[in-house]
């Protein structure tokens, strides 16, 4: 009876971390499509960069959140730590909610950055909660790494509608549209937020034994003393910049409709706001695969093939440039319909396939062996996951003074960091620290 009680609580436990993992995709992903309306509010040689901003603040959060969420999550357990997110989360939106209803455009941007920095204190929270708690429900390893790539799925199915549905609701931008379009997907998120307080607050959860941490753990050395551990770190912040990265600019990309842009007619934000969803779609196709063979392929193999493929669809779509077209079915803003885009976005489309893996099999195989400094790696993490912002941001700066397609340069050199990261920077030649 004791054993079949526990059962019940790892599931319940496991349902609620799948639906937070959804929640985390569905407001980091707002920022791209919103960002298209500040970008044409600004515009200038520098729209780019100025529509990116928002991107930036909501993953700079994880600099400042990463530690504290990190203790946080020592401190009072995993489930207040997952409420405290929800709330900080809520707190968020309604602020950028609050930005359109400023008149005054500068003074409703910063607003709305403020929004979208609470917004990443809370997205930060969230994901030290998620993946450790998995990782150590599933016992670690193959196992662990199996239960992440689930929530995995659920996070890109959400990262796949947000685009979708921004878009349409956002329609054609230009110069005068507001934040007060997108209010309906404000409202939806702040409701979802406060649903999901209300029922997690109800929903009793206990701490995994494995890797808990009290105030009596003695702590001899910390996670920075694992090489592999410190590598993972890196690994992590240019794999953020990379999942962000890819399709954030290329909905930039599609939607210009200047002579730097892919040249698409019609509602060309509507239609960006499709193919980046694609993206996603495919992420979650990745994971949703995944999953099934994340138990018996190592972190290592798939990590090793997936930045291996990576690599060669952005060489190939820098090199083909927007001459080359093909066919894409895509969501107009009115109806389903096969649009003519550039062979290099459906490249870059593809991406979504070798990213769907990259996070969870990192973070496996960086903690692997951490036992006790599993918490505070966590946090670490997170801290790192600012990389999301930054280097989106370098590859908007670059686009803005080169070409869309030649700042996938920055993705590209991550993906090489993180080739190098599966195929030798991932063994724990630290195996004598004692971690128990």
Same mark, same amino acid.
């Given at each position: 009876?004791?054993?079949?009680?526990?059962?019940?609580?790892?599931?319940?436990?496991?349902?609620?971390?799948?639906?937070?993992?959804?929640?985390?995709?569905?407001?980091?992903?707002?920022?791209?499509?919103?960002?298209?309306?500040?970008?044409?509010?600004?515009?200038?040689?520098?729209?780019?960069?100025?529509?990116?901003?928002?991107?930036?603040?909501?993953?700079?959060?994880?600099?400042?959140?990463?530690?504290?969420?990190?203790?946080?999550?020592?401190?009072?357990?995993?489930?207040?730590?997952?409420?405290?997110?929800?709330?900080?989360?809520?707190?968020?939106?309604?602020?950028?909610?609050?930005?359109?209803?400023?008149?005054?455009? #500068?003074?409703?941007?910063?607003?709305?950055?403020?929004?979208?920095?609470?917004?990443?204190?809370?997205?930060?929270?969230?994901?030290?909660?998620?993946?450790?708690?998995?990782?150590?429900?599933?016992?670690?390893?193959?196992?662990?790494?199996?239960?992440?790539?689930?929530?995995?799925?659920?996070?890109?199915?959400?990262?796949?509608?947000?685009?979708?549905?921004?878009?349409?609701?956002?329609?054609?931008?230009?110069?005068?549209?507001?934040?007060?379009?997108?209010?309906?997907?404000?409202?939806?998120?702040?409701?979802?937020?406060?649903?999901?307080?209300?029922?997690?607050?109800?929903?009793?959860?206990?701490?995994?034994?494995?890797?808990?941490?009290?105030?009596?753990?003695?702590?001899?050395?910390?996670?920075?003393?694992?090489?592999?551990?410190?590598?993972?770190?890196?690994?992590?912040?240019?794999?953020?910049?990379?999942?962000?990265?890819?399709?954030?600019?290329?909905?930039?990309?599609?939607?210009?409709?200047?002579?730097?842009?892919?040249?698409?007619?019609?509602?060309?934000?509507?239609?960006?706001?499709?193919?980046?969803?694609?993206?996603?779609?495919?992420?979650?196709?990745?994971?949703?695969?995944?999953?099934?063979?994340?138990?018996?392929?190592?972190?290592?193999?798939?990590?090793?093939?997936?930045?291996?493929?990576?690599?060669?669809?952005?060489?190939?779509?820098?090199?083909?440039?927007?001459?080359?077209?093909?066919?894409?079915?895509?969501?107009?803003?009115?109806?389903?319909?096969?649009?003519?885009?550039?062979?290099?976005?459906?490249?870059?489309?593809?991406?979504?396939?070798?990213?769907?893996?990259?996070?969870?099999?990192?973070?496996?195989?960086?903690?692997?062996?951490?036992?006790?400094?599993?918490?505070?790696?966590?946090?670490?993490?997170?801290?790192?996951?600012?990389?999301?912002?930054? #280097?989106?941001?370098?590859?908007?700066?670059?686009?803005?003074?080169?070409?869309?397609?030649?700042?996938?340069?920055?993705?590209?050199?991550?993906?090489?960091?993180?080739?190098?990261?599966?195929?030798?920077?991932?063994?724990?030649?630290?195996?004598?620290?004692?971690?128990?």
């Amino acid at each position: 009876m004791e054993n079949q009680t526990k059962q019940n609580g790892s599931i319940i436990a496991i349902i609620t971390m799948m639906f937070l993992y959804a929640m985390i995709s569905f407001v980091t992903n707002l920022a791209a499509p919103i960002g298209v309306i500040w970008k044409n509010a600004f515009a200038g040689d520098s729209a780019n960069t100025v529509g990116m901003l928002g991107n930036a603040m909501n993953f700079l959060a994880y600099l400042f959140m990463g530690i504290p969420a990190g203790k946080l999550l020592t401190r009072v357990g995993y489930k207040k730590t997952a409420l405290i997110g929800i709330a900080v989360g809520f707190v968020g939106v309604f602020t950028q909610f609050l930005s359109g209803t400023i008149d005054a455009k #500068l003074t409703g941007f910063i607003i709305y950055l403020l929004g979208a920095f609470i917004s990443g204190f809370a997205v930060c929270i969230l994901n030290t909660v998620v993946n450790p708690m998995l990782n150590l429900i599933g016992g670690g390893g193959n196992r662990g790494n199996q239960l992440n790539m689930i929530g995995g799925t659920l996070n890109s199915l959400s990262g796949t509608l947000t685009p979708l549905f921004v878009g349409a609701l956002i329609g054609t931008v230009s110069a005068t549209t507001k934040m007060v379009d997108v209010n309906l997907v404000l409202y939806i998120a702040m409701a979802v937020f406060a649903a999901a307080f209300i029922i997690l607050l109800f929903i009793p959860i206990t701490d995994p034994e494995k890797g808990k941490v009290t105030k009596d753990t003695v702590f001899e050395h910390s996670p920075w003393a694992f090489r592999h551990f410190i590598l993972g770190v890196v690994a992590i912040f240019v794999y953020v910049g990379v999942e962000v990265g890819i399709p954030g600019t290329l909905i930039y990309y599609l939607s210009d409709q200047t002579g730097a842009g892919a040249g698409l007619t019609g509602n060309a934000v509507a239609i960006a706001g499709s193919v980046a969803a694609t993206y996603w779609f495919l992420m979650l196709v990745g994971r949703f695969c995944s999953s099934f063979i994340a138990n018996k392929v190592s972190s290592k193999t798939m990590m090793t093939v997936a930045t291996l493929v990576g690599m060669i669809l952005i060489v190939f779509a820098i090199l083909l440039g927007k001459t080359a077209t093909v066919a894409m079915p895509v969501f107009t803003g009115t109806s389903f319909a096969s649009v003519t885009v550039p062979v290099a976005a459906l490249l870059l489309v593809l991406c979504g396939l070798c990213t769907s893996i990259m996070w969870t099999s990192i973070f496996n195989l960086a903690t692997e062996g951490l036992g006790k400094y599993t918490a505070a790696a966590s946090g670490i993490f997170m801290m790192m996951v600012v990389g999301g912002g930054l #280097l989106p941001l370098l590859q908007s700066f670059i686009a803005d003074h080169a070409t869309y397609l030649l700042s996938y340069i920055v993705p590209l050199v991550a993906m090489a960091y993180m080739f190098f990261y599966a195929v030798a920077g991932c063994k724990n030649v630290n195996k004598d620290i004692p971690v128990d």
